[in-house]
T-cell receptor, first 116, second 113 residues
């Protein structure tokens, strides 16, 4: 158990809808990262937050947004959903974030999103 | 752009040794990570290299050459449970813009009896 909690585990919704994925990082971790994993794309970095502030952005669509709250949990909002958004969405956390120092990312079990 | 290459698939025999290679061309390199991922599960951290050389951790070792943009993961005494995808990931750091961990496509390792 990595200590990172993601809810829900599974989500089935229709095209055009909006969903919210939730992540609680490991105790003490200030950084939260969101990744998308589809069969043909591998793990794609979406966005990183550090202590409530956005710190790095990847290939995140404009229809997607995220935030990190004062209690350090994070939410990823996906709107105007398309069939191609069907994927596993992982949240990860680490102790550090903004600097050049490194600590490994610890991943949650993911949310499997199916858009029909 | 950022590019990380690793073989798509490998097959090895139980008890043997296998080496999974990773080459990268990135900017702002700040370390290389290896993760293991079983199908449908979360990636789990295996090893980290930031300086050139070999890091050993039990049955797993990882090597880095920054000048060549090259790393490998060495798995010894293979077990059936080692069948999984192995992900090479490069930490990028740009001052005042935070860090990103960029993953390769992964190498699917099948361990046969």
């Amino acid at each position: 158990d990595s200590g990172v909690t993601q809810t829900p585990k599974h989500l089935i919704t229709a095209t055009g809808q909006r969903v919210t994925l939730r992540c609680s990082p490991r105790s003490g971790d200030l950084s939260v990262y969101w990744y998308q994993q589809s069969l043909d794309q591998g793990l794609q970095f979406l966005i990183q937050y550090y202590n409530g502030e956005e710190r790095a952005k990847g290939n995140i669509l404009e229809r997607f947004s995220a935030q990190q709250f004062p209690d350090l949990h994070s939410e990823l909002n996906l709107s105007s959903l398309e069939l191609g958004d069907s994927a596993l969405y992982f949240c990860a956390s680490s102790a550090q974030g903004a600097g050049p120092y490194n600590s490994p990312l610890h991943f949650g079990n993911g949310t499997r999103l199916t858009v029909t | 752009g950022q590019n990380i290459d690793q073989p798509t698939e490998m097959t090895a025999t139980e008890g043997a040794i296998v080496q999974i290679n990773c080459t990268y061309q990135t900017s702002g390199f700040n370390g290389l990570f290896w993760y293991q991922q079983h199908a449908g599960e979360a990636p789990t951290f295996l090893s980290y290299n930031v300086l050139d050389g070999l890091e050993e951790k039990g049955r797993f070792s990882s090597f880095l050459s920054r000048s060549k943009g090259y790393s490998y993961l060495l798995l010894k005494e293979l077990q059936m449970k080692d069948s999984a995808s192995y992900l090479c990931a490069v930490k990028l750091y740009v001052y005042n813009q935070g860090g990103k961990l960029i993953f390769g496509q992964g190498t699917e390792l099948s361990v046969k009896p």
